[in-house]
């Protein structure tokens, strides 16, 4: 089963709307942190957004913000503003503390591409 | 800063053809992983590396040897490429040993198989 989803693989938008991007996860781990990052048509990947437990990380200054509901265990990134460059694919992912001593590595979702139209 | 260098971005091969793919990293990290990447998956984790000398398989391994010599570079060998296989393989590298989180990725190789 899968424990990172996101839902919608392509979407478009116009230049200058806003955007949310869907993202629900599964554990049973107390801590666990969770990511959005990008990926660029050039291939680089780049870190977005780092959510811990009680705290966020924008790591990517910008039109970024999210939408953390723990107890739904969903976790939404909000794009405002779009512009053309924005356009490219974008990957939840979870990591999980895992307290079995195994090595604690992040899942990812399938990914969203987005494109922007001028 | 630092940075996670690829090489070669693009890579075309034949079927049945070894082929190499190469990272470095000047981060100083740790950890060290390959990822496999294909249209409408995740990313699926091949081989990692928490140290020098180490490696570890990931869910992704079979088809796969990896080469972790010094600290600075992971490389990655299809051992037998396969007829039409299309991907992008990403490096990415982390400063945590066993608890490692955020990751840092390089632009990617793009294999190409005919």
């Known amino acids: 089963a899968q424990k990172v989803i996101q839902v919608w693989s392509t979407t478009s938008r116009q230049e200058g709307e806003k955007l949310t991007l869907d993202c629900s996860y599964k554990?049973?781990?107390?801590?666990?942190?969770l990511f959005w990052y990008k990926h660029l048509l050039s291939g680089e990947m780049v870190l977005l957004i780092r959510q811990m437990p009680s705290t966020i990380a924008i790591e990517r200054s910008g039109r970024y913000s999210v939408v953390f509901q723990k107890s739904r265990k969903s976790i939404s990134l909000v794009i405002s503003t779009l512009q053309p460059d924005d356009s490219g694919k974008y990957f939840c992912?979870?990591?999980?503390?895992?307290?079995?001593?195994?090595?604690?590595?992040?899942?990812f979702g399938a990914g969203t591409r987005l494109a922007v139209c001028p | 800063g630092g940075i996670i260098t690829q090489t070669p971005k693009f890579l075309i091969g034949q079927e049945g053809q070894k082929l190499t793919l190469k990272c470095q990293q000047n981060?100083?990290?740790?950890?060290m992983y390959w990822y496999r990447q294909d249209s409408g998956k995740g990313l699926r984790l091949i081989y990692y590396?928490?140290?020098?000398?180490?490696?570890q398989k990931g869910d992704l391994s079979e088809g796969y040897d990896a080469s972790r010599e010094k600290k600075s570079s992971f490389s990655l060998t299809v051992t037998s490429a396969q007829k039409n296989e299309m991907a992008v393989f990403l490096c990415?590298?982390?400063?945590?040993?066993?608890?490692?989180?955020?990751?840092?990725f390089g632009s990617g190789t793009r294999l190409t198989v005919l």
């Open positions: 992912a979870l990591w999980e503390l895992l307290l079995s001593g195994s090595f604690n590595k992040l899942t």
């Open positions: 590396s928490i140290t020098e000398n180490d490696l």
């Open positions: 981060f100083n990290h740790d950890t």
């Open positions: 990415a590298s982390s400063p945590g040993g066993p608890v490692a989180e955020t990751l840092y």
């Open positions: 554990t049973s781990q107390v801590l666990y942190h």
